[in-house]
């Protein structure tokens, strides 16, 4: 893994696809990495580093609101190392990449698959017997990137390979199937999509404000 951060043309391109898929603005670049601005109750903004660089300090020090989020391509430990009194860093996140293989998902058939493309977005929703939600995932495609976002999968309906079968649907719709697929998963996550071929690219990490 690469704890040294990544190439920012990657974080970028990934972080145009995720806006597309939250339906978001699109990232700038800012202070060395790349600020979205959210706009929401929760989240006014977040900026997302490819690695440890003076903008990231100089921000952590004249921010003090935590509807502010950092994120850094490395590990808790570097992200914490940086900041100053005030900030909680939480990591157990990966920032990964497909190795282009296709998803072979096994046949779900006590379940039903709606995939709906609205441009650039994909949306799929596996819907048990009773016509509730059993899983779901979307997706944000650019013709550089395509980016996973938000595979769920409700805990009655875990272990019946839902979540393969999401991300075997979204990866159906791609547009431009030679793009490199990214997302950012969990310690869950990343196990299953390294049997699945994923690399990880690096850690990545995450700073609230929490006090003054």
């Known amino acids: 893994m ?104 096994a046949p779900v058939d006590a379940y039903a698959i709606d995939v709906v493309r609205n441009d650039a977005v994909i949306a799929v929703r596996i819907l048990a017997e009773d016509g509730t939600l059993a899983a779901s995932g979307y997706a944000g495609e650019t013709p550089d990137a395509f980016a996973y976002d938000r595979i769920a999968t409700a805990p009655a309906h875990r272990r019946q390979g839902l979540g393969r079968a999401v991300m075997a649907a979204l990866q159906g719709a791609r547009r431009y199937p030679g793009t490199p697929e990214r997302l950012v998963a969990t310690e869950a996550g990343r196990a299953l999509y390294e049997r699945l071929g994923w690399r990880t690219l690096s850690a990545y990490s995450t700073a609230t404000f929490v006090r003054p």
Request: contains cysteine; negative net charge; proline residues 7%.
């Open 2 to 105: 690469n704890t040294r951060g990544v190439d920012p043309d990657s974080v970028y391109a990934w972080l145009c696809g995720r806006s597309l898929a939250r339906v978001v603005p699109q990232p700038v670049a800012d202070q060395g990495g790349f600020r979205v601005d959210t706009g929401t109750e929760a989240e006014i903004s977040r900026w997302v580093f490819p690695m440890v660089g003076p903008g990231l300090v100089a921000l952590a020090r004249g921010l003090q609101d935590p509807r502010y989020l950092l994120k850094l391509c490395g590990e808790a430990d570097e992200l914490r190392s940086i900041l100053p009194g005030g900030w909680q860093v939480e990591g157990g996140n990966f920032f990964m990449q497909s190795s282009g293989a296709r998803f072979e998902a």
